[in-house]
């Protein structure tokens, strides 16, 4: 099942429309990934920004489902989720075209996302095709990140 994409003119563009509310408009803070693995290790340091009150912006690619995990990890829900996936599994499997193809889209969106916010800086770790998108993008549109 997909969703559409605030990065492209969704149903939910309007979190796009503004600046972010305030705890992320103070902080600059990007946590991006895409699968259940990056989540499970990027919680802690969440958990650890809203028990401090520090906000931030939570980007989630859609590469691996997610939903079942939020609540027994204690994580809000993504702001923004660029592709909504069931499953808990890899999207791709031996399909190396579509997994490029995924990537550069992804690439492409996550840029648009980061052009609108100016982060000051993108949190995100792994080896997935998620990471390298966002690494990538994080490079080519966020001046300060």
């Known amino acids: 099942m997909k969703k559409s994409s605030p990065a492209t003119g969704g149903k939910n563009a309007s979190i796009l429309q503004n600046k972010p509310a305030s705890p992320y408009a103070s902080t600059g803070i990007v946590i991006a990934l ?21 906000g931030y912006f939570f980007l989630h690619t859609g590469q691996h489902g997610i939903n079942d995990l939020l609540a027994p990890l204690g994580v809000k829900k993504p702001d923004i989720v660029l592709e909504w996936s069931e499953s808990k599994r890899g999207r791709f499997g031996s399909a190396t075209f579509a997994a490029l193809l995924w990537n550069a889209k992804s690439t492409r969106r996550i840029g648009g996302i980061l052009r609108k916010l100016q982060p000051k800086i993108v949190v995100c770790h792994g080896d997935t095709m998620s990471t390298a998108a966002i690494a990538a993008a994080s490079k080519l549109y966020s001046p300060s990140a």
Do not use: C, D, Q, Y
């Open 34 to 54: 895409g699968t259940r693995a990056e989540l499970i290790k990027m919680a802690p340091v969440m958990r650890a920004l809203t028990s401090r009150k520090v």
